[in-house]
């Protein structure tokens, strides 16, 4: 006679002791795996109440409970030295991952988008070629989850019902802090987690994986990181969706352009390379050629619009030019203002050196659409300047 301890089984951690009788051609102890079958032995079992119950329930029709008993067993013999699931290494992994998610407000995206914002923060290419990578993410991260069958198929429907289960696994996945689902208007207002100082940027990368899922929304930033998001059906969407593109590029622009001017204030010089290369070869009294101011300008603001070859009035490129040089740290302030028909801008620098040297590329760079400089009233680091269209004067480049 021996006593046994049967647990992790469906006896649910029941303790049974087992009388066991030895009949011939027996072995003291089952083999490893062991499953019905072979030798038969009587055993006489004690157990509670609740457990006879469970076992006849677990018997079902033909109710031989021994039939339960062994099945449990083998189940046990398979995985006795298996961790039990609290203790799973991969439970362990999601567990760390979520409290990722909620302690350090990480939001789940591909490193790819990361790497483009990088390599734009670097000037590496310009607004619209940001914008056409950002286009090109979107789309093969919705292509990504269609093939690995991970969202289920019901969400990638077009309606109404379908985009608001879409947008609560953007909340799961730490993209959006909240969702509010106003069915009557068909309208989700949702709080932007990842990038919250900066949304227009995340929804660049949103519509594009939205318009390749088939979801015919418009969009509305609202507040500083809530947004609307309206769901419309596809006749009203072919006339909003060019509009919804470039209010939302222009917004993403406009944000951009008070960073870098923020950072201009800042006092933290980043010439680019083109203006570098110049200085190292020029003194402040020569002509910047045209191709440098080129370069020098496409590594500032852009002023691309989606969809469409937008001719920007005289005041809109002084104030590209200005943000450009703004941008650059070389300038604390620039004011840009319509003065009738003349656009007056007011600069300071902390040095006579530095604003010289903003003022010429900003005279420079508006000399390559036409725009030339009236008049000048300039004290130390401080200056007020004058700018209007070259009469007879083409644009020479109106990148």
Not at 15 to 39: H, I, L, W
Not at 82 to 87: A, E, G, L, T
Not at 88 to 112: Q, W, Y
Not at 326 to 355: F, H, I, M, W, Y
């Amino acid at each position: 006679m021996f006593t046994c301890h049967i647990k992790r089984s469906h006896l649910e951690h029941e303790s049974v002791s087992v009388f066991m009788k030895k009949t011939s051609n027996t072995q003291d102890e089952a083999p490893r795996g062991y499953v019905k079958g072979g030798p038969r032995v009587h055993i006489h079992t004690t157990v509670s109440a609740q457990t006879r119950d469970l076992l006849k329930s677990l018997s079902g029709e033909t109710g031989r409970i021994n039939e339960v008993i062994e099945e449990a067993i083998g189940y046990y013999s398979i995985r006795r030295n298996q961790p039990d699931c609290d203790d799973c290494e991969f439970k362990a992994i999601s567990k760390l991952l979520a409290s990722l998610v909620d302690a350090a407000d990480m939001g789940l995206a591909a490193s790819a988008f990361f790497d483009a914002l990088s390599d734009f923060g670097q000037t590496r290419f310009s607004a619209s070629e940001f914008k056409d990578r950002i286009d090109k993410l979107g789309t093969q991260q919705t292509k990504l989850l269609r093939r690995l069958g991970t969202v289920p198929q019901e969400i990638w429907e077009n309606t109404y019902e379908a985009f608001v289960l879409h947008v609560q696994l953007l909340e799961t996945m730490g993209v959006l802090r909240s969702v509010e689902d106003y069915s009557d208007r068909r309208t989700v207002m949702a709080t932007i987690k990842m990038m919250r100082n900066q949304p227009e940027t995340l929804l660049l990368l949103l519509l594009a994986s939205w318009d390749e899922a088939g979801y015919t929304v418009d969009v509305e930033v609202i507040a500083e990181n809530k947004v609307s998001l309206r769901w419309v059906d596809d006749r009203e969407f072919r006339f909003l969706k060019g509009n919804r593109d470039r209010r939302i590029f222009e917004a993403w622009k406009s944000r951009r352009e008070r960073f870098l001017m923020q950072a201009g204030q800042s006092g933290r010089a980043t010439l680019c390379p083109p203006l570098l290369e110049w200085l190292a070869t020029h003194t402040i009294n020569d002509a910047i050629g045209e191709r440098t101011l080129v370069s020098i300008k496409d590594f500032g603001p852009q002023p691309d619009v989606v969809g469409s070859d937008v001719s920007m009035t005289i005041l809109d490129r002084v104030r590209r030019s200005a943000l450009n040089v703004t941008s650059s740290g070389l300038l604390e302030k620039c004011n840009v203002t319509a003065d009738g028909d003349l656009v007056r801008v007011q600069v300071r620098s902390r040095t006579p050196v530095t604003k010289d040297l903003a003022i010429k590329l900003i005279r420079s760079l508006l000399s390559l659409d036409g725009i030339e400089e009236m008049s000048r009233e300039e004290g130390e680091a401080t200056a007020v300047l004058y700018f209007g269209e070259q009469h007879g004067a083409g644009r020479g480049h109106s990148h």
